[in-house]
């Protein structure tokens, strides 16, 4: 299972990361700030992937690989920012009600 994670979700649960991660699941990226990702310049859609990533990265050594944007909110750009940062976009097909 993946357990996708915004950068404040990182910062006010550090142990919950941790613990997840040693529970053998995948940590998924879900941007740094929970913006539409699409209403973004490329130059903040990288900032909101890779600030997150840092902070997972420095915390656990792990390198996440997997992006949900939030809101489902996507488009070719959304998706090819994030290739170009190592990830794989996806998304759910079950509504995650993501609020």
């Not at 529970?23 to 997150?52: C, I």
């Not at 994030?82 to 998304?91: E, F, L, N, R």
């Amino acid at each position: 299972m993946t357990f996708f994670m915004t950068g404040g979700w990182v910062e006010k649960y550090p142990d919950d990361v941790k613990a997840i991660l040693a529970a053998g699941h995948d940590l998924g990226n879900h941007s740094e700030n929970h913006k539409n990702m699409s209403q973004l310049s490329d130059s903040e859609k990288k900032e909101e992937l890779m600030k997150v990533h840092e902070k997972v990265l420095t915390l656990t050594g792990y390198e996440m690989f997997l992006f949900r944007p939030p809101y489902g909110d996507y488009d070719n750009a959304v998706v090819n920012v994030a290739k170009d940062c190592g990830y794989y976009t996806i998304q759910w097909d079950v509504d995650s009600l993501d609020i």
